[in-house]
């Protein structure tokens, strides 16, 4: 089975930082590309940023540019968000997903996902 455990929320003040991680398991992790989304209330859920295999390819929104970074640890099959100078509009929560194969970043394509993670970010 694949499995996804993201881990890493909390709160924390505008300007802060978070890292969050995603554990895989029960897959060949290498294989598939990993991607991190987020839903804040009343609003849909949307990719963040995802990372190719090899970590070689990454995609960031353009809201998080230049203030998240994605890298992943294939031998320890963890993923990571660094997140950095968080403003408000980055409350959510997060969940990280995974499939075989390089795809864009929109949450419609990744078939398997873990529990999501809360992040919430304050005045």
């Known amino acids: 089975d694949v499995q996804l455990q993201a881990s890493g929320g909390g709160l924390v003040q505008a300007g802060g930082s978070l890292t969050l991680s995603c554990v895989g398991s029960?897959?060949?992790?290498?294989?598939?590309?990993i991607g991190w989304f987020r839903q804040a209330p009343g609003k849909e859920r949307e990719g963040v940023s995802c990372?190719?295999?090899?970590?070689?390819?990454?995609y960031y929104a353009d809201s998080v540019k230049g203030r998240f970074t994605i890298s992943r640890d294939n031998y320890n099959d963890i993923v990571y968000l660094q997140m950095n100078n968080l403003k408000l509009e980055d409350t959510a929560v997060y969940f990280c997903?995974?499939?075989?194969?390089?795809?864009?970043?929109?949450?419609?394509?990744?078939?398997?996902w873990g529990y999501g993670t809360q992040v919430t970010v304050s005045s």
């Open positions: 029960g897959f060949p992790f290498d294989d598939y590309v």
């Open positions: 990372i190719s295999m090899t970590g070689a390819t990454t």
């Open positions: 997903a995974a499939d075989r194969g390089w795809r864009s970043c929109r949450p419609n394509e990744y078939t398997y």
